[in-house]
Nanobody, 115 residues
Framework: QVQLVESGGGLVQAGGSVRLSCAASGRIFTIKPITWYRQAPGEQRGWVGG???????EVAHSVKGRFTISRDNAKNLVYLQMNSLKPEDTAAYYC?????????WGPGTQVTVSS
């Protein structure tokens, strides 16, 4: 059974930084891409970015230059570093792992950016 848990969210002022972590159980984590999504109240969940098992990552245009994704396979962790945060980045952030046709999600971690 794959389990994902996000952590690191909280309240931060605009312009500040936060690093989120996604911890996963299971060795399969190390050979699969991991993606980050976010969902603001009243909005659909949207793709933030993803990282391949080898470490190559990409992020959405809206966060490019501010957010980066990295991973430490030895620790079964994926990170989402968020810099220069804006109030519109306020959302619950989720990590996702897809195995064949099944999506696994963590419970999410809330990031609130105050202006």
């Amino acid at each position: 059974q794959v389990q994902l848990v996000e952590s690191g969210g909280g309240l931060v002022q605009a312009g500040g930084s936060v690093r989120l972590s996604c911890a996963a159980s299971g060795r399969i984590f190390t050979i699969k891409p991991i993606t980050w999504y976010r969902q603001a109240p009243g909005e659909q969940r949207g793709w933030v970015g993803g990282i391949a098992s080898g470490g190559s990552a990409e992020v959405a245009h809206s966060v490019k230059g501010r957010f980066t994704i990295s991973r430490d396979n030895a620790k079964n962790l994926v990170y989402l570093q968020m810099n220069s945060l804006k109030p519109e980045d306020t959302a619950a952030y989720y990590c996702n792992l897809r195995i064949e046709e099944t999506d696994y999600w963590g419970p999410g971690t809330q990031v609130t950016v105050s202006s």
